[in-house]
C-alpha cells in the first residue's frame, strides 16, 4: 500500500498541525517576536528556521545514503534569479511592514490576533492581484525556471562540502544568537549546545563518508547488482499492458537520436536526449520507462538516473525492435504449447489494442532467414 | 538588551521539531511544507473568474497561479488548514487566544494588510515565500532558496530600520 493512493489529507492534515503548533509554541505568530529579530533583539527566527534547515537537510542526506528516500524525487523549488531576486526584495518589505509572514500570519489570525487577519487578508488579495502588477514585474521573469538547480550542483562544489559548511554557518548564527539574547548571562554559552554538536557531528561524517567514496561505492555496487539481477529490464508485453491499463505515474521516455515528427513513438512516450536528462524533473511515485533503438542509449540513460538517485526506473528490454516485434507484429508461436499460446493470445489482444496487426500463422517466412529480426541489446 | 521571548518554548528546540516535522514530509509527501501555495490555490481561481484569460495570457503567471478551484485535493491547502487548527488548538492551550492587545491599532492592521499584500506578490515571483521557498527549498539546497534568504531578510532589516513600528517593542 502507497502513500500516493491514499487522499492527500492522510498526510497534508497531520504535518500542517505539527507544523501550526510549532510555529505558535516558539512564539513565530507574534508579530513582536518577528520585528523582534529584524530589529536585532530577539533571534527566535534564526534560531528555528536555521535549526530545522540543519535537522531536515541531514536527515534528507543521511535518509538518501542509507536507500531509505530517492532526493531527487522529493519536489525541489526551481531557481530563476532575477525574477526570484526581485520576488524576494518585494517580499521582504512586506515581511517588514507585517512583521509576519504567509505561514506565521495564519498561526497569528489562528492566535486571535487581529492584525494577523488582517495580514492573511492582505495576503489574498495581493496574490489574487498579481495579474494586474503582471505587466511591470514581467520583464524579469524567466519563461521556463530552470528544475532541479542545487548548489552542489551549480558552484561546482561535493554535497558533503556544501552539507559541512551549512552546518557551521547555521550552527554560528544559532550561538550567535543565543549570545546576542542574554549578554549579560551565561558564561558558558558560546559552547554548542548538545544538539548543535551533534548537527556538526552528523554533517562532519556525512562529509567524510561522502569524499570517501563510501557512499557512491555502496551505490556502484548495489547498481551494479541490480543490472546483475535484471530488476532494471521490463519486457515489451508488460509494459504494452501497464500503458493500457493506464498505470498511475508511468511514464516512457524515447532516448533515440534523430527523431523527426513522422517517427513512430510507443504511444504516450515523450523523447528525450540524453543530454537534456540531467534536467529531467521526477516526480514522487513516477515510474520511468526508458527505450531506444537497441537498448544502449536507455541503458546508459538508466544509469544516469540511479546516479541521480532516481530508483523506479527500468529499461524495455531489446527496446524499439522488442516493442515492433512482440507488440505490433507478435508471431503466432511455432511449437504452440501452453504457454507460448497464452503468451500469443495476450500479445494478440495487445497487439490490436495497439492497432499492430499479429501475425497469426507463420506461413509466409521468408527463404534463407526467419524473423524475429536479430536486435541490439544491452 | 531585553528579549521579547515569554512564555514560549525554546527556539532551538523548536527549529529542531520543526526540522523533523519537515524531514517527515519530504519522506512521506515527497514534498515540503508551505504557506504561500495555498493562497495561490485560493486565491489564482478567484482572479481568472474576475478576468478570464488574463492569467492564461502570460505563461510564466500560468504556471505560478492555479486557475482550477479544488481545494480539497489540493496538498498544500490541506497543510494549511492544519496549520490553522494546530495554532488554534495551541495558542487556546497556552492560554494565548486573543491575548494580544497590541493587534488592534489602526496603523498596525494598514501595515498587515498592506505586507500582506506585498508578500502575496512577491511570494508568485519567488516561487516560494518562508516556508516553502527558504525552509524547504533551503533545507533541499536549492539554489534560488539560498538566493532568496539573504534578500528577503537583508530587505526586511533594512525596511523595519527605516520605518519602525513602536507597537511592535518591548516585552508581552
Redesign the interface.
Known amino acids: 500500500m502507497s ?2 493512493s491514499l ?3 492522510v ?17 513565530l ?5 518577528i ?2 529579530q ?2 536585532g ?4 527566527v534564526v ?11 541531514l ?2 542526506v543521511w ?1 538518501s545514503t542509507a536507500g ?2 530517492d ?1 531527487a ?9 532575477p ?25 497569528a ?8 487577519l ?14 494586474v ?2 505587466p511591470v ?2 520583464g524579469v ?3 521556463a ?2 528544475e532541479g ?6 558552484l561546482g562544489v561535493p ?1 558533503g562540502v ?2 559541512v559548511l ?1 552546518t557551521i554557518a547555521a550552527v554560528l548564527a ?1 550561538v550567535a ?2 549570545l ?4 549579560s548571562l551565561a558564561h558558558s554559552a558560546w559552547r554548542p ?1 548538545t ?2 554538536s551533534v548537527a556538526l557531528a552528523l554533517a562532519a561524517a556525512f562529509a567524510l563518508a561522502d569524499s570517501r567514496g563510501l557512499v557512491t561505492g555502496t551505490q556502484a555496487d548495489a547498481i551494479a547488482q541490480e543490472i546483475v539481477a535484471e530488476a532494471d529490464h521490463v519486457d515489451a508485453l508488460d509494459l504494452a499492458q501497464w500503458i493500457r491499463d493506464g498505470t498511475p505515474g508511468l511514464r516512457v521516455l524515447d532516448l533515440r537520436e534523430h527523431l523527426d515528427t513522422s517517427t513512430y513513438l510507443i504511444p504516450g512516450a515523450q523523447p528525450i536526449a540524453l543530454e537534456d536528462l540531467d534536467s529531467l524533473r521526477v ?3 513516477d515510474r520511468l520507462v526508458l527505450y531506444s533503438d537497441g537498448g544502449a542509449h536507455a541503458a546508459q540513460a538508466w544509469v544516469l538516473l540511479r546516479v541521480r538517485g532516481i530508483r523506479d526506473a527500468l529499461v524495455l528490454k531489446d527496446g524499439m525492435a522488442a516493442w515492433e516485434d512482440e507488440v505490433l507484429s507478435p508471431m503466432h508461436p511455432a511449437v504452440p504449447d501452453d504457454t507460448a499460446r497464452a503468451r500469443f493470445a495476450k500479445a494478440r489482444e495487445l497487439a490490436l489494442w495497439f492497432g499492430g496487426f499479429p501475425r497469426l500463422v507463420p506461413v509466409d517466412a521468408p527463404p534463407g532467414g526467419t524473423r524475429p529480426r536479430r536486435r541490439r541489446t544491452c | ?5 515569554a512564555g ?2 525554546d ?26 501555495g495555498a ?2 490555490a ?3 481561481p ?2 481568472s473568474a ?2 478570464p484569460g ?2 492564461g495570457a ?4 500560468g504556471v ?2 492555479p486557475t482550477r478551484f479544488e481545494p ?5 491547502v ?14 487556546r492551550r ?1 492560554g ?5 492587545t ?3 491599532a489602526p496603523g ?41 534568504i539573504p ?11 527605516l ?3 513602536g507597537r ?3 516585552s ?1
Open positions: 502513500l500516493d487522499h492527500p489529507a498526510t497534508a492534515i497531520p504535518i500542517g498541525i505539527a507544523f501550526g503548533v510549532i510555529l505558535e509554541r516558539t512564539g505568530g507574534d508579530p513582536r517576536v520585528a523582534g529584524l530589529t533583539r530577539d533571534f527566535t534560531r528555528v528556521m536555521f535549526g530545522a534547515i540543519v535537522t531536515a537537510m536527515g534528507v535518509a531509505v528516500v532526493a524525487a522529493i519536489a525541489l523549488p526551481p531557481t530563476d534569479v525574477a526570484q531576486a526581485l520576488g524576494a526584495v518585494i517580499f521582504g518589505g512586506g515581511f517588514a511592514l507585517a512583521a509576519l509572514c504567509p505561514g506565521t500570519a495564519c498561526v489570525a489562528a492566535s486571535g490576533r487581529r492584525d494577523g488582517a495580514a492573511v487578508g492582505g495576503l489574498f488579495a495581493g496574490t489574487a492581484l498579481t495579474p502588477a503582471w514585474v514581467r521573469v524567466a519563461d525556471p530552470r538547480a542545487t548548489l552542489a550542483r551549480d554535497l556544501v552539507v551549512l544559532m544568537g543565543r546576542m539574547e542574554r549578554r549546545t544538539p548543535e516526480a514522487h511515485g | 538588551m531585553t528579549t521579547v521571548r514560549y518554548a527556539a532551538t528546540l523548536g527549529g529542531i521539531a520543526l526540522g523533523m516535522v519537515l524531514l517527515a514530509s519530504f519522506l512521506v509527501a515527497g514534498r515540503g511544507i508551505g504557506a504561500s493562497f495561490a485560493l486565491a489564482g478567484v482572479a474576475a478576468a488574463a492569467i502570460a505563461p510564466a503567471l505560478r497561479l480539497w485535493n489540493d496538498w498544500i490541506l497543510q494549511l488548514l492544519g496549520v490553522v487548527v494546530g495554532a488554534i488548538v495551541s495558542a497556552a494565548r487566544w486573543r491575548a494580544a497590541n493587534d488592534r498596525r492592521i494598514s501595515r498587515a494588510v498592506a505586507g500582506g499584500a506585498l508578500m502575496g506578490l512577491g511570494a508568485r515571483l519567488a516561487w516560494g515565500c518562508t516556508s516553502g521557498l527558504a525552509l524547504s527549498g533551503g533545507a533541499l539546497l536549492s539554489t534560488g532558496a539560498w538566493l532568496f534578500l528577503a531578510f537583508g530587505t526586511a532589516i533594512i525596511v523595519t530600520a520605518a519602525r513600528d511592535l517593542e518591548g508581552p
